[in-house]
């Protein structure tokens, strides 16, 4: 008896120590070059991954014999799918193919979880680290103002800069990094120039309210900055640019990666002078600046279970802007994010956000810097994912900020702070194959407005063959700020502004129709979009008080359609247009104030080639705004009069060819404003240029030098 | 692990906590406190000094006594002024004491002292003018003026083109002498429009008197 039972143990033990087995190889891209840090697992079981060594080896262990899909996953190259038969075991080499065409794109704004950015069923529009480079971009108003027509950054008052968005001002949309809000604005715009380029990912951008996932704010669309993580065991790259009005641009990133940890510490200083103007014009001279920007970004992570991001910045801006005095911008940032996979149907993210965004003035004959403006916020995240039937998803989650303002535009340069809290959930259904559905809810609260709001949206995607058909609907709202109800500010001795603690909140209802064809070399999308925005907040005369005062407005409509098509040869050549067409209506008898140019569009047109030790790029971009007439105050204090005023359109193009020469030495050239276009009269909403400039860069990677 | 953990945690709280209201506040200067205005430095080896002057409100003018070093203030739309007064300022505008003003190619005080300086130049007297006393009702079309003298020569000190918003200010950065009407002569250098925390009308002033022995 004693030795059957042993006998059927030891066959037990034989078929299970039989039942295991390895699988091992290398992954290499096109050209046989190994690829370090790509994923190899099981989509069927997460718990057998292992990423690739620096010679591009990996090893699975398989626990069992069963058939298995095998998922190899790296950043810029096509997803691979193999089938791994039963009892299958030995040595299996991959070949990745480059994703030139970003079919892989990953997404996360859209539904705050990452997905395929062609199964998204809100349209999301990707700007890639490739098309970040071709640009040359200094910073992101130049890439969204080269790759979205719609777009327009423009001067308010004091040359502070002001965006437009088919409608919706800085206010109206949201900007993120990496998910995180940016402390601080000036005239309802945050410092775009914090937001420079250098280790961006790429830039996601959704059109249309948002606020069901992102609260206040995302009444007019969302921009979401991805910064990159280091891929390789080290990177040191360092860059400078030299052009017209003697502008410098000088950066350099040191990244390594190993033993599952990561860190890319960056650093940039750009320069410019002032630019005196040729013609007349609201302004006559572009203020120079000088800034400094600094960041690092931590990672570490553990068997694919989990990933702690720590990040900590520190921004620096000064701006010539009077005779005697300077005006100053700093930002202090920091950031700790843990990821935790708890299965494979659950993930949980808790993070933490610091940042702090002062003004000060800079007194160059005193020497004396006196801040006078600070905006702090401290707020704590929470997301939770729960996978059902390894397709639906469930998102929940939280968030709570403390925003502390302290202004020169509050009595006495006092400060006020509130708490804001929320709680969001959004279901991912995909019933069909076809066939996405998300619909989201999200509750916020804010303490010293006491606002209670509630954010709904539903979006749905069917596929069709090489076509995708998306509709959706969303709410969008915008909190009034701390500035619009306390402020208490005499403007110049002439007259005051005054906040207004009775602000209701701006509120939007979005609707998206659109449709897309994809291929491997072509895409074509049109989307129709309408906004209703109500109590849209602004300021208004008040006799009364004899100032200005901050005021709800009555409700605007925002319609319009957005056409892009794109097309990529495999023989280098690439060509992109788009279009948009915004049309603004308000209420019979109220004035149309915004500057909305009705038609705008983008085209670029790009050769590559590359060699064994050369490659280069050549692309012409251009942006072309129509003229717009739009109804303007004959008075500031008379409400009943207004006229018609008209701002020329114009047309800007830029020519830039950028070079790989000898392994990691870059020269980049470009000529911006091609065709010497210089406004008549410099408006607020004109281009801000002289004629045509030069650009010059050099971009040295330094680690390619050592790779054989 | 629980260690680690506890870490994260006590770190996060620790920074909410000391970060709410924000950190790094040390980097910059206390917003100085200048209620003193007047003759707010003296050299009396090289007769110099700095005059600090608040000149804010549109309905006053202030008045210097450069030899008693004393500041006045009278309503811009009364036609009063003190007994005995060199020169004074109203906002931007600078009116003298039936005296008459030279612009000097010097651009600081220092250049005065140690130059001997040539008057060859033309006095040029004050004008009759308009002044504005009162811009509360501006943004209605209605400014208040009231009649004045003004120098135009000491007028030119600050450029202020209003042609955009806001508008800009261009200090001429020149050395003017400024003769009184009893032959004496002082050196006037217009420094700064602003006061440290960047209000505009708080007015600097670096002076010589009297030079040349006047």
Same mark, same amino acid.
């Given at each position: 008896?004693?030795?059957?039972?042993?006998?059927?143990?030891?066959?037990?033990?034989?078929?299970?120590?039989?039942?295991?087995?390895?699988?091992?190889?290398?992954?290499?891209?096109?050209?046989?070059?190994?690829?370090?840090?790509?994923?190899?697992?099981?989509?069927?079981?997460?718990?057998?991954?292992?990423?690739?060594?620096?010679?591009?080896?990996?090893?699975?262990?398989?626990?069992?014999?069963?058939?298995?899909?095998?998922?190899?996953?790296?950043?810029?190259?096509?997803?691979?799918?193999?089938?791994?038969?039963?009892?299958?075991?030995?040595?299996?080499?991959?070949?990745?193919?480059?994703?030139?065409?970003?079919?892989?794109?990953?997404?996360?704004?859209?539904? =705050?979880?990452?997905?395929?950015?062609?199964?998204?069923?809100?349209?999301?529009?990707?700007?890639?680290?490739?098309?970040?480079?071709?640009?040359?971009?200094?910073?992101?108003?130049?890439?969204?103002?080269?790759?979205?027509?719609?777009?327009?950054?423009?001067?308010?008052?004091?040359?502070?800069?002001?965006?437009?968005?088919?409608?919706?001002?800085?206010?109206?949309?949201?900007?993120?990094?990496?998910?995180?809000?940016?402390?601080?604005?000036?005239?309802?715009?945050?410092?775009?120039?914090?937001?420079?380029?250098?280790?961006?990912?790429?830039?996601?951008?959704?059109?249309?309210?948002?606020?069901?996932?992102?609260?206040?704010?995302?009444?007019?669309?969302?921009?979401?900055?991805?910064?990159?993580?280091?891929?390789?065991?080290?990177?040191?790259?360092?860059?400078?640019?030299?052009?017209?009005?003697?502008?410098?641009?000088?950066?350099?990133?040191?990244?390594?990666?190993?033993?599952?940890?990561?860190?890319?510490?960056?650093? =940039?200083?750009?320069?410019?002078?002032?630019?005196?103007?040729?013609?007349?014009?609201?302004?006559?001279?572009?203020?120079?600046?000088?800034?400094?920007?600094?960041?690092?970004?931590?990672?570490?992570?553990?068997?694919?279970?989990?990933?702690?991001?720590?990040?900590?910045?520190?921004?620096?801006?000064?701006?010539?802007?009077?005779?005697?005095?300077?005006?100053?911008?700093?930002?202090?940032?920091?950031?700790?994010?843990?990821?935790?996979?708890?299965?494979?149907?659950?993930?949980?993210?808790?993070?933490?956000?610091?940042?702090?965004?002062?003004?000060?003035?800079?007194?160059?004959?005193?020497?004396?810097?006196?801040?006078?403006?600070?905006?702090?916020?401290?707020?704590?995240?929470?997301?939770?994912?729960?996978?059902?039937?390894?397709?639906?998803?469930?998102?929940?989650?939280?968030?709570?900020?403390?925003?502390?303002?302290?202004?020169?535009?509050?009595?006495?340069?006092?400060?006020?702070?509130?708490?804001?809290?929320?709680?969001?959930?959004?279901?991912?259904?995909?019933?069909?194959?076809?066939?996405?559905?998300?619909?989201?809810?999200?509750?916020?609260?804010?303490?010293?407005?006491?606002?209670?709001?509630?954010?709904?949206?539903?979006?749905?995607?069917?596929?069709?063959?090489?076509?995708?058909?998306?509709?959706?609907?969303?709410?969008?709202?915008?909190?009034?700020?701390?500035?619009?109800?306390?402020?208490?500010?005499?403007?110049?001795?002439?007259?005051?502004?005054?906040?207004?603690?009775?602000?209701?909140?701006?509120?939007?209802?979005?609707?998206?129709?659109?449709?897309?064809?994809?291929? =491997?070399?072509?895409?074509?999308?049109?989307?129709?979009?309408?906004?209703?925005?109500?109590? =849209?907040?602004?300021?208004?005369?008040?006799?009364?008080?004899?100032?200005?005062?901050?005021?709800?407005?009555?409700?605007?409509?925002?319609?319009?359609?957005?056409?892009?098509?794109?097309?990529?040869?495999?023989?280098?050549?690439?060509?992109?247009?788009?279009?948009?067409?915004?049309?603004?209506?308000?209420?019979?008898?109220?004035?149309?104030?915004?500057?909305?140019?009705?038609?705008?569009?983008?085209?670029?047109?790009?050769?590559?080639?590359?060699?064994?030790?050369?490659?280069?790029?050549?692309?012409?971009?251009?942006?072309?705004?129509?003229?717009?007439?739009?109804?303007?105050?004959?008075?500031?204090?008379?409400?009943?009069?207004?006229?018609?005023?008209?701002?020329?359109?114009?047309?800007?193009?830029?020519?830039?060819?950028?070079?790989?020469?000898?392994?990691?030495?870059?020269?980049?050239?470009?000529?911006?404003?091609?065709?010497?276009?210089?406004?008549?009269?410099?408006?607020?909403?004109?281009?801000?240029?002289?004629?045509?400039?030069?650009?010059?860069?050099?971009?040295?990677?330094?680690?390619?030098?050592?790779?054989? | 692990?629980?260690?680690?953990?506890?870490?994260?945690?006590?770190?996060?709280?620790?920074?909410?906590?000391?970060?709410?209201?924000?950190?790094?506040?040390?980097? $910059?200067?206390?917003?100085?406190?200048?209620?003193?205005?007047?003759?707010?430095?003296?050299?009396?080896?090289?007769?110099?000094?700095?005059?600090?002057?608040?000149?804010?409100?549109?309905?006053?003018?202030?008045?210097?006594?450069?030899?008693?070093?004393?500041?006045?203030?009278?309503?811009?739309?009364?036609?009063?002024?003190?007994?005995?007064?060199?020169?004074?300022?109203?906002? $931007?505008?600078?009116?003298?004491?039936?005296?008459?003003?030279?612009?000097?190619?010097?651009?600081?005080?220092?250049?005065?002292?140690?130059?001997?300086?040539?008057?060859?130049?033309?006095?040029?007297?004050?004008?009759?003018?308009?002044?504005?006393?009162?811009?509360?009702?501006?943004?209605?079309?209605?400014?208040?003026?009231?009649?004045?003298?003004?120098?135009?020569?000491?007028?030119?000190?600050?450029?202020?083109?209003?042609?955009?918003?806001?508008?800009?200010?261009?200090?001429?950065?020149?050395?003017?002498?400024?003769?009184?009407?009893?032959?004496?002569?002082?050196?006037?250098?217009?420094?700064?429009?602003?006061?440290?925390?960047?209000?505009?009308?708080?007015?600097?002033?670096? $002076?010589?008197?009297?030079?040349?022995?006047?």
């Amino acid at each position: 008896m004693r030795t059957t039972i042993l006998l059927c143990l030891l066959m037990v033990l034989y078929v299970a120590v039989n039942a295991q087995r390895d699988v091992y190889g290398m992954v290499r891209n096109q050209e046989g070059e190994a690829l370090y840090g790509a994923i190899v697992g099981l989509q069927e079981n997460v718990s057998v991954a292992a990423s690739t060594a620096i010679d591009g080896s990996f090893k699975l262990h398989i626990p069992d014999n069963k058939a298995y899909t095998i998922k190899i996953i790296y950043y810029g190259y096509k997803q691979l799918v193999y089938k791994l038969q039963e009892d299958q075991s030995g040595k299996l080499d991959f070949t990745l193919e480059e994703d030139i065409y970003n079919l892989e794109q990953v997404v996360v704004t859209g539904t =705050r979880t990452p997905k395929l950015l062609k199964d998204v069923p809100i349209v999301t529009k990707v700007i890639s680290r490739e098309d970040i480079v071709l640009q040359d971009a200094a910073d992101i108003r130049d890439v969204l103002q080269t790759e979205l027509p719609g777009v327009e950054f423009t001067y308010s008052m004091n040359q502070q800069v002001a965006l437009n968005m088919s409608g919706f001002g800085g206010s109206s949309v949201l900007f993120l990094v990496d998910g995180e809000r940016l402390a601080g604005e000036t005239l309802d715009n945050i410092d775009y120039s914090r937001l420079s380029m250098d280790n961006v990912d790429r830039v996601e951008v959704v059109k249309g309210a948002a606020s069901s996932l992102y609260g206040s704010n995302a009444v007019g669309g969302v921009v979401n900055i991805i910064t990159n993580e280091p891929k390789e065991p080290w990177t040191l790259n360092l860059n400078a640019h030299y052009g017209s009005h003697n502008e410098q641009r000088y950066s350099g990133t040191l990244g390594l990666n190993g033993f599952g940890f990561t860190n890319l510490l960056s650093a =940039r200083y750009a320069s410019c002078d002032p630019i005196a103007l040729k013609n007349d014009g609201d302004y006559s001279e572009i203020y120079g600046y000088r800034s400094i920007n600094i960041n690092d970004r931590f990672t570490y992570s553990y068997r694919n279970r989990f990933k702690i991001t720590g990040k900590v910045g520190y921004f620096f801006r000064e701006r010539d802007s009077q005779e005697t005095s300077h005006d100053r911008y700093r930002d202090f940032s920091g950031s700790l994010k843990g990821e935790f996979t708890i299965s494979t149907q659950d993930d949980i993210t808790v993070a933490y956000n610091f940042d702090q965004y002062d003004k000060s003035s800079f007194a160059l004959l005193d020497h004396l810097d006196v801040r006078n403006y600070s905006n702090v916020q401290n707020s704590l995240r929470a997301v939770y994912n729960h996978t059902f039937g390894k397709k639906h998803i469930l998102t929940v989650g939280g968030d709570y900020l403390r925003d502390y303002l302290m202004s020169y535009q509050f009595e006495g340069d006092s400060a006020h702070h509130q708490h804001t809290a929320d709680a969001f959930a959004q279901f991912d259904w995909n019933p069909l194959k076809q066939l996405n559905i998300i619909g989201g809810l999200r509750y916020d609260y804010y303490s010293d407005a006491n606002l209670h709001h509630i954010s709904p949206k539903l979006s749905a995607m069917y596929k069709w063959k090489d076509f995708s058909f998306r509709a959706s609907y969303a709410a969008g709202f915008r909190a009034p700020t701390l500035k619009e109800m306390y402020m208490s500010f005499d403007m110049a001795n002439v007259f005051m502004i005054y906040g207004n603690p009775d602000l209701q909140p701006e509120k939007s209802h979005n609707f998206g129709l659109s449709a897309e064809w994809g291929t =491997r070399h072509y895409n074509i999308t049109v989307m129709g979009f309408y906004n209703r925005v109500a109590n =849209r907040i602004t300021t208004a005369w008040n006799s009364a008080l004899n100032g200005m005062k901050y005021v709800n407005m009555a409700p605007l409509q925002i319609a319009g359609v957005d056409v892009s098509a794109s097309a990529n040869w495999d023989f280098g050549l690439c060509a992109k247009l788009s279009y948009v067409y915004t049309y603004e209506h308000i209420a019979l008898g109220e004035p149309l104030l915004s500057s909305t140019r009705p038609h705008t569009a983008t085209a670029r047109l790009s050769y590559g080639k590359r060699w064994k030790n050369y490659q280069f790029n050549i692309a012409l971009t251009g942006r072309w705004l129509s003229k717009v007439t739009c109804d303007e105050y004959t008075s500031l204090t008379d409400y009943t009069e207004t006229e018609k005023v008209t701002y020329p359109g114009y047309t800007i193009w830029k020519l830039m060819l950028t070079q790989k020469i000898y392994k990691g030495l870059n020269l980049n050239c470009s000529i911006d404003n091609l065709f010497n276009y210089i406004p008549d009269y410099y408006y607020g909403n004109s281009p801000a240029t002289t004629g045509t400039t030069f650009l010059v860069g050099v971009a040295l990677d330094i680690e390619r030098f050592f790779k054989k | 692990m629980i260690k680690r953990v506890s870490f994260c945690i006590t770190a996060i709280l620790v920074s909410l906590f000391s970060g709410c209201n924000g950190i790094f506040s040390w980097i $910059y200067d206390p917003a100085p406190q200048q209620t003193i205005f007047g003759f707010v430095e003296t050299n009396p080896i090289t007769h110099s000094g700095t005059i600090y002057i608040d000149a804010t409100d549109y309905a006053k003018w202030t008045y210097i006594n450069l030899a008693k070093m004393t500041i006045d203030t009278c309503d811009a739309n009364m036609n009063v002024e003190p007994a005995e007064w060199d020169f004074a300022i109203h906002r $931007y505008d600078v009116k003298t004491n039936n005296g008459a003003a030279m612009e000097t190619d010097y651009t600081s005080i220092n250049q005065i002292i140690e130059s001997n300086l040539n008057l060859s130049g033309t006095f040029t007297p004050d004008t009759f003018s308009k002044v504005m006393v009162d811009v509360s009702d501006m943004m209605n079309g209605n400014i208040k003026y009231a009649d004045s003298y003004i120098n135009p020569i000491l007028n030119r000190w600050l450029n202020v083109n209003t042609e955009q918003m806001p508008p800009i200010y261009t200090l001429s950065n020149k050395v003017y002498i400024l003769q009184l009407a009893n032959g004496q002569h002082a050196a006037l250098h217009f420094t700064n429009y602003m006061s440290s925390t960047n209000v505009k009308g708080f007015i600097t002033i670096r $002076y010589v008197f009297p030079i040349f022995n006047s």
